[in-house]
């Protein structure tokens, strides 16, 4: 295996590690954990190492430890890819992307602890705090997941396309749908965090309290949330319609398909977490799939810009509707 084959290996299994990394953070906002180090870091509860923590504290601990390991394997991503990759490559740039953003990471983590914005805090210095977090989050995920990709089996060529082509009117819309897919998040990330502060005992307890005029912001906010994902899952599935009917090659046509599967999923899986009155184990399947459609999305729009002009932009932009 030549070294760039081992160095995309390394770089998916480094997408890999942080989406676990993620999964845990968001198991620890779902159990209320934040707190569980207290208002200190990097230490937790002013020592390098709890003793006799409870449970809260070792759900915490370890969330910082992964982490903290987190931060070191994109770290030797970045030094790997600058080794391995001449300047101004595209991996180099993916590569520094992705250190920039797991220090913006850590610092955004590390706010949320200073400032007590953790466990059951309602304010609204918390909201716009995880709403700063989930989007650097995503920001990461993008970073990690192109750096992987250019680094997969991709001639010089196709990368100075994707450098330089212009986008056009389809690649328009699929920017379009990443920023639709961040908003869509974010108010997920906001109506997770108010079941977490405010759980309803029954589906019509939670429907009433959304609606109700003296409930909490969070819990008013809810009802957002399934309204922006139907927005967003048809105006990606007519996107990713229209790139299917393209010929424009396997990988288009398969992270298109796999966008329009997993946001179906996703839907499905929206709707019986607000049945089951959000339990933990069905956030954590909901934020994975979110995961999995960003990732994609990411991916989708990558392949349509590595793509030929003359080929990517072969019908108008009537054929969207």
């Not at 101004?88 to 914005?117: D, M, N, Y």
């Not at 010089?156 to 869509?184: I, K, N, Y």
Request: hydrophobic share 55%; with cysteine; glycine share 8%.
């Amino acid at each position: 295996m030549s070294i760039n084959k081992r160095f995309a290996t390394y770089a998916w299994g480094v997408l890999a590690y942080n989406i676990l990394v993620i999964l845990w953070g968001a198991f620890v906002r779902a159990t209320g954990s934040g707190a569980g180090c207290g208002s200190h870091w990097p230490l937790c509860n002013g020592v390098v190492i709890p003793r006799a923590p409870q449970v809260e504290t070792m759900v915490e601990f370890a969330h910082r430890i992964t982490s903290g390991l987190a931060g070191l394997v994109v770290l030797a991503l970045f030094i790997w890819a600058f080794r391995a990759y001449p300047r101004q490559h595209l991996v180099r740039k993916g590569a520094a992307f992705s250190l920039l953003f797991i220090i913006t990471e850590s610092l955004l983590g590390a706010g949320l602890v200073l400032f007590e914005w953790v466990a059951y805090n309602d304010s609204v210095e918390r909201v716009v705090s995880m709403a700063l977090h989930l989007n650097n989050t995503f920001l990461l995920l993008a970073a990690m997941t192109l750096t992987a990709w250019w680094a997969t089996n991709h001639a010089p060529d196709t990368l100075q396309r994707a450098r330089q082509r212009p986008w056009g009117t389809m690649g328009g819309f699929l920017l379009g749908g990443v920023v639709a897919m961040m908003v869509l998040s974010t108010a997920g990330a906001i109506t997770a965090l108010g079941d977490t502060l405010f759980p309803a005992g029954t589906l019509a307890e939670g429907i009433a309290r959304d609606f109700s005029p003296t409930a909490h912001f969070l819990e008013r906010l809810r009802i957002w949330h399934p309204i922006l994902a139907i927005l967003t899952g048809a105006f990606l599935f007519v996107i990713a319609t229209n790139l299917i009917n393209r010929d424009l090659g396997a990988d288009v046509y398969r992270f298109a398909r796999g966008v329009q599967v997993v946001f179906g999923l996703q839907l499905a899986a929206g709707f019986l977490n607000v049945y089951l009155l959000a339990p933990v184990w069905m956030q954590l399947v909901h934020l994975l799939l979110a995961d999995a459609i960003w990732i994609l999305l990411v991916l989708l729009t990558a392949a349509y810009a590595a793509q030929p002009e003359t080929v990517a932009e072969t019908s108008p932009a009537a054929q969207i509707a």
